[in-house]
């Protein structure tokens, strides 16, 4: 796999193994390394990753760990760093942050094995894994309120400017899936809406004049070659993917959003070598069914973060009671995109309006949501091979969760729709996987696989046996230990293990020199002489401990086919532990805005086809939870910007007044709430009717863009001019 960076790592400090004439085990390194241009390779070697040359000096700066030396190259140091495998999480995570993309090489055998084949034989090492920005699937390097959006951009070329823009954006996190299409003109308000992690573009449109500027501001953008982008190829490399015969099996798309698709399909089977996480078949989102937000506006109203960047301070802080990490992302979701058509609307309302009027319902479903953990994720991390055992028992609970809150969604008086949904969706899986899992799982769980120790005692006949053997081995250790403290006479006399020398009879100083005296020299073996303490073996020592090794190996390695089985197990129910995962979030979304709509004393919106806009009472619903923390309240007014009775369109209103007299909060105030009339919430008010908003428009402040040549004035031109070209008779529009 290629993979460009818009800044390419040089690789001038590491030549080519001919050239360079460096060791075996170097020179398996560069060929690694030549197949991965523009990636850090973290190179495992025993319990550290290694990294060397560049990779090692952009490393220690980024990381901030110490820049050491590893043999030489033409006469020069080779730079080296290393991070602990134990902590290689922390230090990709820190990368990512920093920009950069990292190919992590692992050992493929062990050493033993390359030892049979010769003393020079180097362990065979492959690359496992590509870790980029919209590809992470582990807790540590996420953040569980947020979507982790991978997004794919391919364009077609129009005439007279008539181009088109596909696109697809996957979260492997949580196995989102969805495609669209739009004007290149929309791009900018779309990017904005999905909010990517890393964006995927062929090199042509990267370099693009007219597209290409605004992409690379972007976080982080991928070129790559154009067989990704291949729309001749597309079809087919989506039906592999998902292992269907045809498209038909999938959601109809166009050719261009199939293009999308199959570029960020091709690199997520790329990153993840094979391992292919289970996507959710492609959604395809139609034009128009969703508010269109330009980015400035976005930014003006502090949706989902303020304008010095922090998430304390905006809507999205206001108003997140959620109680799951599911439920915060899809009440992000939700804000970024408010819905367009009424009927939806109302379905969400609906949901609302019924746990607003039964209290002892949303709070029993809060607590128990407390409980349901983040099961899309866990799932994510299974189906790729980096799932632990608390992974299984959070899928395990989170069924036995689902149980708890049918047993209460029961008890509601006629449930709305929406929630008839949610329950169907938390019926889905499988009771039994969920008692498998009891039965299977101890009390006590290690974060990782390979510690051991998670199957329950009498689950599995063999592996009983083969911990017994291994523990009695330990208490023959404990018995020889007392006997050679017996025969030598030396009451400290120990038997310790490390992992460097195994199982060793250890004595103090003193007492080394009469074990390695006759008559004890003949059974005791001198390893190790430290400051204070002096080691030995015994023939009989080594017998016990090969014992135990082997036991202690069958014993993991039998613990190991029993988590694969149950990995197994929930591969195959993953459809209905996915649909679960996404009705807990529902769940928790519609209790959450429930919750906040009785604390906050928020009324539900009449939400219509019209093009009425009438608030009585409304409240800005940031500004309000300020003044309420400081002990104040919050000054309610009206807006009703509806039509008169000869009008075809909506009124316009000019607010003048002093200055801190709260022109800008009135406008903010009445954007956010049409904004939150159409996510389906309730609304700070005491009265609203919201006809629907197709486009929300924000020109507030005083900015500019000199980096592009554009000053406060020319920019106040150019933004006001692409409002009145693109706002339509049910547009809002704010400006200050």
């Known amino acids: 796999m290629t993979i460009q960076q818009p800044i390419p790592v040089p690789l001038d400090a590491a030549p080519s193994a001919e050239a360079a004439r460096v060791t075996p085990m170097m020179e398996q390194y560069l060929e690694i390394k030549a197949g991965h241009p523009g990636l850090l390779l973290f190179y495992r070697m025993g319990d550290f990753y290694e990294l060397f040359f560049e990779d090692a000096e952009i490393a220690s700066k980024t990381l901030g760990i110490v820049l050491t030396k590893r043999g030489k190259h033409q006469g020069i140091d080779i730079p080296m760093c290393g991070v602990p495998v134990e902590r290689s999480e922390d230090y990709l995570h820190r990368q990512i942050e920093a920009g950069h993309r990292v190919a992590v090489c692992e050992q493929t055998e062990d050493p033993a094995q390359a030892r049979a084949r010769g003393n020079k034989s180097v362990v065979r090492r492959g690359v496992m894994r590509l870790v980029t920005p919209g590809t992470l699937t582990e807790d540590t390097l996420l953040d569980a309120r947020t979507n982790n959006y991978l997004l794919a951009i391919a364009r077609v070329r129009g005439s007279a400017g008539s181009d088109r823009i596909g696109l697809a954006w996957i979260d492997i996190s949580t196995s989102e899936f969805i495609v669209t299409e739009c004007a290149t003109g929309e791009l900018a308000a779309t990017l904005a809406r999905i909010n990517p992690n890393e964006v995927i573009v062929t090199d042509a449109l990267y370099g693009d004049p007219d597209l290409g500027p605004a992409l690379r501001e972007l976080p982080a953008v991928t070129p790559l070659t154009r067989d990704y982008f291949d729309s001749a190829t597309a079809e087919r490399r989506l039906c592999d ?6 498209m038909d099996g999938l959601s109809a798309m166009s ?79 939700r804000l970024a995109a408010p819905l367009t058509e009424s009927t939806a609307i109302a379905r969400r309302l609906d949901a609302v309006a019924a746990f607003v009027a039964d209290g002892a319902a949303r709070d029993d479903i809060r607590t128990t949501l407390r409980s349901a953990p983040d099961m899309s994720r866990a799932l994510a991390r299974l189906s790729v091979g980096r799932g632990g055992p608390r992974d299984l028992a959070g ?117 080394g020199d009469k074990l390695m005296a006759p008559p004890l020299n003949a059974t005791f073996i001198h390893r190790q002489t430290l400051a204070g303490q002096t080691r030995f073996t015994t023939s009989e020592l080594g017998e016990i401990e090969a014992k135990i090794a082997n036991a202690g190996d069958r014993a993991l390695g039998l613990e190991l086919e029993i988590f694969e089985r149950l990995s197994a197990m929930v591969m195959a129910a993953s459809d209905d532990l996915r649909a679960a995962a996404h009705g807990f979030a529902l769940l928790d979304v519609a209790t959450a805005l429930a919750k906040l709509a009785v604390d906050d004393n928020y009324v539900r919106p009449e939400v219509d086809g019209s093009l009425g806009f009438a608030i009585e009472g409304g409240r800005h619903p940031v500004v309000e939870q300020a003044l309420k923390r400081d002990g104040q309240p919050f000054i309610a007014n009206a807006c009703d910007l509806s039509p008169g009775p000869a009008q075809k369109s909506g009124q316009i209103w000019l607010i003048t007044g002093p200055n801190l007299a709260g022109k800008s909060t009135f406008l903010r105030q009445n954007a956010l709430i049409a904004l939150l009339a159409q996510i389906g919430s309730f609304v700070p008010a005491s009265r609203a009717r919201i006809g629907i908003v197709d486009r929300l428009f924000s020109r507030v402040g005083a900015a500019d863009y000199l980096a592009r040549g554009r000053s406060t004035f020319l920019l106040d031109i150019v933004e006001t001019a692409v409002i009145l070209i693109k706002a339509s008779e049910r547009s809002l529009l704010i400006m200050d």
Do not use: W
Not at 307 to 327: H, K, M, N, Y
Not at 454 to 460: I, P, S, T
């Open 241 to 246: 993917y998902f292992a269907v015969a045809t």
């Open 255 to 333: 050719r261009l959003e199939a293009t999308a698709a199959a570029a960020a399909v091709t690199y997520i089977d790329r990153t993840q070598v094979g391992k292919r996480p289970p996507l959710s078949p492609p959604s395809r989102e139609a034009a128009g069914t969703t508010m269109a937000i330009d980015p400035a506006t976005r930014a003006n109203l502090e949706l989902t973060r303020t304008l010095a960047g922090e998430r304390r301070g905006s809507l999205l802080d206001a108003i997140d009671c959620t109680v799951t990490p599911a439920g915060s992302r899809l009440l992000a979701q």
């Open 395 to 511: 899928l395990r609970d989170g069924i036995l969760a689902a149980d708890a809150a049918l047993a209460r969604l029961a008890q509601l008086e006629a449930p709305p729709p929406e929630v008839m949904a949610i329950m169907e969706a938390l019926r889905r899986p499988s009771r039994d996987l969920a008692r498998e899992f009891e039965r299977a799982l101890a009390e006590q769980l290690p974060l990782i696989k390979r510690d051991g120790g998670f199957v329950r005692e009498g689950y599995e006949t063999a592996l009983d046996d083969t911990r017994n053997l291994r523990d009695a081995s330990r208490l023959v250790v404990a018995a020889m230990q007392s006997r050679y403290a017996e025969d030598t006479g030396v009451k400290g006399l120990k038997i310790r293990h490390n992992n460097v020398l195994g199982y060793f009879v250890e004595v103090t100083a003193q007492h």
